[in-house]
T-cell receptor, first 113, second 109 residues
Framework: NAGVTQTPKFQVLKTGQSMTLQCAQD?????MYWYRQDPGMGLRLIYY???????DKGEVPNGYNVSRLNKREFSLRLESAAPSQTSVYFC????????????FGDGTRLSIL | EDKVVQSPLSLVVHEGDTVTLNCSYE??????LLWYKQEKKAPTFLFML????IEKKSGRLSSILDKKELFSILNITATQTGDSAIYLC?????????FGKGTSLLVTP
């Protein structure tokens, strides 16, 4: 019963490097989300995809890009990592926006040196 | 600007105590209020509330929503050490969740 799977679990990057965080869900959910969690800030939405083929910016999209590869997979890319992007990143999915709870992956802990 | 405020930010209680966690919200296009429990990894879903005054209950946990006063509470009775976690409240405004900063609960033996 995998649910939402994120890879990698941990990553250390140097400033300026790029990387892609992967997320896949096996619940046949339409909507997928990327959040970052920082101490004292709570969870903040980076991007979301209400359905396959669509993506939209959330509260803190600068420095990130996303791809909804298919219904199952939603990736988050950092093109040129900055220390301010050091955070824990969570992917989530839900059956639809508004009236369905979101279910979260275990997170990716990312450090940018 | 949408905002969700949780109180208290942290709480230390003894096993067996009852705790009440608070969440107030101001969001446009409010759809639902959700509670999550976060231990070391993923937030895990507890409750989703859409109607005022209807209590949702799961074991020792219960929650209720007041849409007129724009707040929700999460009650935990007979607390156990396994209840130690961060409890997150989130308001759904249609496409995504607006989270509060969480209440960190520590239950001591």
């Amino acid at each position: 019963n995998a649910g939402v799977t994120q890879t990698p679990k941990f990553q250390v990057l140097k400033t300026g490097q790029s990387m892609t965080l992967q997320c896949a869900q096996d619940m046949n959910h339409n909507s997928m989300y990327w959040y970052r969690q920082d101490p004292g800030m709570g969870l903040r939405l980076i991007y979301y995809s209400a359905s396959e083929g669509t993506t939209d910016k959330g509260e803190v999209p600068n420095g990130y890009n996303v791809s909804r590869l298919n219904k199952r997979e939603f990736s988050l890319r950092l093109e040129s990592a900055a220390p301010s992007q050091t955070s824990v990143y969570f992917c989530a999915s839900s059956g639809g926006t508004g009236d369905q709870p979101q279910h979260f992956g275990d997170g990716t802990r990312l450090s940018i040196l | 600007e949408d905002k969700v405020v949780q109180s208290p930010l942290s709480l230390v209680v003894h096993e067996g105590d009852t705790v009440t966690l608070n969440c107030s919200y101001e969001v446009t296009n409010f759809r639902s209020l959700l509670w999550y429990k976060q231990e070391k990894k993923a937030p895990t879903f507890l409750f989703m509330l859409t109607s005022s005054g209807i209590e949702k209950k799961s074991g020792r946990l219960s929650s209720i929503l007041d849409k007129k006063e724009l707040f929700s509470i999460l009650n935990i009775t007979a607390t156990q050490t396994g209840d130690s976690a961060i409890y997150l409240c989130a308001a759904n405004s249609g496409y995504a969740l607006n989270f509060g900063k969480g209440t960190s609960l520590l239950v001591t033996p």
